[in-house]
C-alpha cells in the first residue's frame, strides 16, 4: 500500500505532459515542418528548399517540391582556373613576338583568326563545363526523389524514386575543403533492386539527410 | 628564279586556312549538338528562370562560329 505525506518535500516532481488529446498526429507534424516561404532560385543556386519557378517533367499538380539540389559551386573551380590559364596563353606568344623570338610569323589576319577562334573555343570550353553543372540537378519533394544526370554533353539521365521506397540515409564529407565549404555526398538507399540515388557533392549535407529523414518518417506516421 | 621560301610559307598558309576551315565545321555540328541538349534538357526541367540566357548563349555560339567560317572563307 502506498503511502504519502503531505509535509514532506518531494525531490523529484515529473512535469506534467501537455497533451491534448484532440490533437492528431497529422496536426503534430504540419506543425514540425518547417515554413513554406519559397526562394528564388539565381543562376548559381545549389541548395534550395522550397524553390520557385521550377519544375520538372512529369511532376504532379500537387507535388511541391521542398529541396533543390545541384553540386557546390566550388567544385567548378577546377575548370574555372584551367580556363583562366588557358586564356593567358596567348599573351605569352605575343610577348614572344615582340621580342622577336617568335618560332613562326603570320600574317596579321591569320594571328587574327586563330586568336578569335582560340578564345571561341576557351568560351565555349567555360560554356560546356558550365551547363554540365547547371543541369545535374537533383529534387527532393513531398512524393520522391528526383535525380537528373547531365554529363559530356550526351548522356542524359532521369531517376525518380517514391519517398516510401527509400530505406537509409547517409552522407560523406572527407576533406578539408569539403569541411570548409560544408558540402559532400549524399547517399539515398532504396528497398530490393531499385536504383539507389547519389547526390555528389551537394551543400549542407547534414540539412539534405535530415530533411529526407523526417520526410520518410513523417511518411511512416501517416500511412 | 622560284622562290622556294615563299612556296613553303604559302602552303603553310593554305594548310592553316584548310586545317581552320574543317576545324570550325566540326565545332559548328558539335554546337549544334550542345544547343541541341540545352533545348532538351529545358523542357526536362520547366520553368527554369535562366533557361532562356543559357538558350540565348547557345544560339550565339553557333551564330560566332558560322560567321568565323564564313570569315575563314573570305580573308584568308
Known amino acids: 500500500m502506498e503511502r504519502r505525506d503531505k509535509n514532506m518535500p518531494d525531490i523529484f516532481v515529473a512535469k506534467k505532459k501537455n497533451t491534448n488529446p484532440n490533437k492528431s498526429i497529422k496536426q503534430i507534424l504540419t506543425i514540425d515542418m518547417p515554413p513554406k516561404t519559397t526562394h528564388h532560385l539565381h543562376l548559381i543556386s545549389a541548395f534550395c528548399e522550397y524553390p520557385e519557378h ?18 557546390h559551386f566550388i567544385t567548378n573551380l577546377r575548370w574555372i582556373v584551367i580556363g583562366a590559364i588557358f586564356a593567358l596563353i596567348p599573351f605569352i606568344f605575343i610577348i614572344l613576338a615582340n621580342f622577336g623570338t617568335s618560332l613562326i610569323q603570320l600574317p596579321f589576319k591569320y594571328s587574327l583568326m586563330l586568336t578569335l577562334a582560340y578564345y571561341f573555343i576557351l568560351l565555349n570550353y567555360f560554356f560546356v563545363n558550365f551547363i554540365t553543372w547547371y543541369f545535374n540537378i537533383s529534387f527532393v519533394t513531398e512524393k520522391r526523389v528526383v535525380d537528373i544526370d547531365f554529363s559530356g554533353l550526351v548522356y542524359k539521365n532521369l531517376a525518380a524514386t517514391k519517398l516510401s521506397l527509400v530505406q537509409d540515409v547517409s552522407y560523406s564529407q572527407t576533406g578539408v575543403i569539403r569541411s570548409i565549404f560544408d558540402y559532400g555526398d549524399v547517399f539515398v538507399q532504396t528497398a530490393g533492386s531499385f536504383e539507389n540515388f547519389d547526390f555528389s557533392a551537394v551543400p549542407h549535407p547534414a540539412k539534405v539527410v535530415g530533411i529526407i529523414e523526417d520526410l520518410i518518417g513523417k511518411r511512416g506516421l501517416n500511412v | 628564279m622560284f ?37 532538351s534538357t529545358n523542357s526536362l526541367i520547366n520553368e527554369i528562370h535562366d533557361a532562356f540566357i543559357l538558350k540565348t548563349i547557345a544560339i550565339v555560339n553557333l551564330i560566332i562560329a558560322l560567321s568565323l567560317f564564313f570569315v575563314a572563307i573570305a580573308i584568308l
Open chain 2, 3 to 39: 622562290n622556294f621560301f615563299f612556296f613553303q610559307t604559302f602552303q603553310l598558309l593554305i594548310l592553316l586556312k584548310i586545317t581552320l576551315l574543317i576545324f570550325d565545321l566540326f565545332f559548328i555540328v558539335f554546337l549544334f549538338i550542345v544547343f541541341k541538349q540545352v533545348a
Open chain 1, 54 to 71: 521550377i519544375k520538372f517533367v512529369n511532376q504532379e499538380t500537387d507535388e511541391v517540391i521542398l529541396l533543390f539540389l545541384r553540386r
